[in-house]
């Protein structure tokens, strides 16, 4: 099977489309819930996929750690080792070894690292988080980069993200082609937009089968990522998938979409859902306040998930208030189900060109808030 991305629809710079894997087909716009350590937290696979999700996220960094890539590798793959049968994407590490790991030391080979669980030592080279990744078996593979630090001057962003285009050549040279698995380039440059169009320069020419862009959600502010993503966009390939790294809350996503982003991910749907927090069409609740402990409504009446159709917002209250594993079980599979909801009528509204309406019905609900009556 051919890795392949068809687009189907557009509005405006919007795009309705769909990714071909090994394991499937993945419609886009698309969320991937965060399964970092071969698991989406408080989550089986089962409830994972009965959100909606058709593909996960996997971490190189934290796999390599336990149970090491190589052990995964032996026992048939990532997928089998979780049981996860759909599309998987995994990320290159280099954002956990940055942000994770001690007494890091860089340079044009790559990264040396002690680990943040036991201080061992670890090298990780283009090569070898392709490696990883090939053992891993992910349908999606990301080129190894470094994920520039924000703020950052103009100079440092531009050291950092000639960097990450060498990475990115020694990378594609790394990978191995085969049916279904594709490898995806990340456009680096900070928040410089003659940075960002060579950066998508250089991975075009280079050569990939999908394009993220990574460095945001960084602590640039919304207005700042949208303004990226409006000087970046336009110069990645129509007619491969785009990839926003991170990100992130759902008027990030939406306002994303519109400018033609295909794929997102991020762990907030599912971190939210372990402190009490949940996702609702009227904005996010959260379940740890008083007030809730006596409400007999659900969480969000047009919400098919089982916290929604089976449990009371009182109840959910008592569960967090009692720190009770069932909450954050409940709480995350309604979180990605929201997100999932949301990824799905991003994609019909763009079929039938009514992403306008849909935008300003989204914005008009959550301005409404969660105190009004449903």
């Not at 405006?12 to 350590?37: D, K, L, S």
Request: hydrophobic letters at 40%.
């Amino acid at each position: 099977m051919t890795f392949g991305f068809t687009l189907s629809a557009t509005d405006g710079a919007a795009r309705r489309g769909q990714v071909m894997t090994a394991h499937g087909p993945i419609e886009t716009p698309v969320f991937m819930p965060v399964g970092t350590a071969a698991t989406v937290k408080a989550m089986t696979v089962e409830d994972v996929a009965a959100t909606g999700a058709e593909i996960i996220l996997g971490n190189t960094y934290h796999l390599m750690l336990r149970p090491t890539a190589e052990r995964i590798a032996e026992l048939g793959g990532l997928h089998k080792f979780m049981n996860w049968k759909r599309a998987i994407l995994t990320d290159s590490g280099g954002f956990q070894v940055m942000s994770l790991s001690k007494l890091r030391k860089m340079n044009e080979e790559g990264v040396t690292f002690q680990s943040h669980l036991d201080g061992s030592k670890h090298k990780l080279t283009p090569e070898r988080s392709i490696e990883i990744q090939h053992l891993l078996g992910a349908d999606i593979t990301m080129s190894f980069d470094e994920c520039t630090p924000f703020p950052a001057t103009q100079e440092v962003a531009r050291q950092s993200m000639e960097l990450s285009m060498r990475w990115a050549e020694r990378s594609k040279k790394a990978f191995v082609p085969r049916p279904g698995h594709g490898l995806f380039g990340i456009v680096q440059g900070s928040v410089y937009p003659d940075l960002r169009h060579k950066s998508a320069a250089a991975l075009t020419e280079i050569g990939f089968e999908g394009y993220a862009v990574g460095g945001l959600a960084v602590g640039e502010g919304q207005e700042a990522m949208f303004q990226v993503l409006d000087q970046t966009v336009p110069h990645l390939p129509a007619d491969k998938p785009r990839y926003l790294m991170g990100v992130g809350k759902p008027d990030d996503i939406v306002g994303a979409v519109r400018r033609g982003i295909d794929m997102f991910d991020c762990v907030l749907p599912t971190r939210s859902g372990r402190t009490g927090q949940a996702f609702t069409r009227r904005g996010t609740v959260n379940l740890r306040n008083a007030r809730h402990g006596a409400d007999p409504r659900p969480l969000d009446e047009a919400c098919a998930c089982p916290a929604c159709t089976n449990y009371s917002r009182a109840y959910l209250h008592h569960l967090v208030r009692c720190g009770e594993i069932l909450a954050s079980m409940l709480l995350t599979q309604h979180n990605l189900r929201y997100y999932g909801d949301l990824m799905k009528g991003l994609r019909a509204a763009i079929a039938m060109r009514s992403l306008d309406d849909f935008t300003a019905e989204f914005d008009e609900m959550r301005q409404l808030g969660d105190i009004a009556p449903l």
